[in-house]
């Protein structure tokens, strides 16, 4: 039997090229070895202000870039978070063993809650145990994420700890699988790329707006002249190009720079086609198959059944370990 895993994404906009090398393409890699359950976790979306009109169309373009990305139905699940129940269901249970004070000092917490001040919600706070839900549901022994996703991983291991001694064995410790694009920095070169920072390209971004993001992007802010050697280690460009170019264009570009040889413009020029080259079969298939909607609604509708079945055997396991079976009502 394969061991199972599971990862999400929020369904918050377009997908980037950070959600792309930190998350699908490990997913991607990992489809043939495991049971891989791959979530799109729209009620995680929902803990800061969004626009729930436009809910629908994301979570079906979040379906179609998982598709058209390479994650092949034939070879894992994908699902919508919100269509089984038994995610909410597990999150209350879990909140009871989940004490306040570990989910206060949750970083994401913490820099969401500054952020969206005026909205600081339960959802907020009780997102990473929403998540871990979402994982332990489904027994997931591994969770392919990218870094920034790691105190949350943690936070689920202890809640797994907390509940397997108060109510006996139940949950294995899901540990974590890190890609090699485990942190893409945005377009400015300082923060993560982040659809809610407005420094991302997105995956189905064509060449020509590839290139317009990239010619204003931050390089190593010591280079000032073309004339000055560059230092690739502190160049957000030279790091994406180690995630896009190969071994021949990375060596030009990184000799090039250090020695004054080419200027920034070239350097990003090469990743740009670089970038384009990798993600145009993705945004053409993607166009394809919205199309074809009642493809994606078959996909998801299969692995949502399949989501459910492995989820209502866990809700019944817990149910009898928390006690509320209720025999005398049968
Ligand atoms: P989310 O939606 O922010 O991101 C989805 C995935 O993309 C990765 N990622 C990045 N990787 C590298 N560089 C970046 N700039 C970058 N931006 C995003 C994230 O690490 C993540 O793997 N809490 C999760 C969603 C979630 C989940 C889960 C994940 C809910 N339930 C259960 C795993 C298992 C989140 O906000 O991801």
Redesign the pocket.
Same mark, same amino acid.
């Given at each position: 039997m394969k061991r199972r895993i599971? &990862? =999400? *994404?929020?369904p %918050?906009g377009k997908l $980037?090229i950070?959600?792309y090398?930190?998350?699908?393409k490990n997913w991607i890699d990992l489809q043939d070895d495991y049971d891989c359950i791959w979530?799109i /976790?729209d009620f $995680? &979306?929902m803990t800061v202000p969004y626009d729930h009109e436009g809910m629908s169309s994301r979570v079906l373009d979040c379906a179609a870039t998982y598709l058209a990305a390479g994650l092949d139905p034939e070879k894992c699940e994908l699902m919508i978070?919100s269509r089984v129940k038994e995610h909410t269901e597990l999150t209350w249970i879990l909140n009871t063993v989940t004490p306040i004070s570990w989910l206060e000092r949750v970083p %994401?917490y913490k820099d969401k809650s500054k952020r969206f001040s005026d909205n600081v919600n339960m959802g907020l706070m009780d997102?990473?145990v929403?998540?871990a839900a !979402? *994982?332990i549901l489904y027994k997931?022994e591994a /969770?392919? /994420? =990218?870094? !920034?996703?790691l105190p $949350?991983?943690e936070l689920t291991r202890e809640i797994v700890r907390r509940f397997n001694s108060t109510f006996g064995d139940t949950f294995p410790e899901p540990k974590e699988i890190v890609?090699e694009?485990?942190? /893409?920095?945005?377009l400015d070169g300082q923060a993560?790329? &982040?659809k809610s920072l407005n420094n991302c390209i997105y995956i189905d971004e064509t060449p020509e707006d590839i290139w317009k993001k990239l010619s204003t992007a931050v390089t190593d802010p010591q280079r000032v002249r073309k004339t000055d050697p560059g230092d690739p280690k502190v160049c957000n460009i030279f790091s994406l190009h180690q995630l896009f170019s190969s071994k021949e264009d990375i060596g030009y570009c990184e000799h090039g720079c250090k020695t004054a040889g080419i200027g920034c413009i070239e350097c990003k020029k090469i990743l740009a086609e670089n970038i384009a080259k990798e993600l145009a079969p993705i945004r053409e298939k993607k166009t394809e198959l919205l199309h074809n909607v009642d493809y994606i609604k078959d996909v998801l509708n299969s692995g949502i059944k399949y989501s459910k079945k492995i989820a209502s055997k866990t809700i019944e396991e817990v149910y009898q370990k928390i006690g509320t079976t209720y025999p005398f009502l049968k």
């Open positions: 599971f &990862s =999400g *994404i929020q %918050t $980037h950070g959600n090398l930190g998350a699908i979530g /976790v $995680h &979306s978070q %994401t997102y990473p929403l998540m !979402d *994982i997931a /969770v392919p /994420v =990218g870094e !920034d996703q $949350h991983l890609s694009g485990a942190l /893409v920095r945005g993560k790329m &982040s």
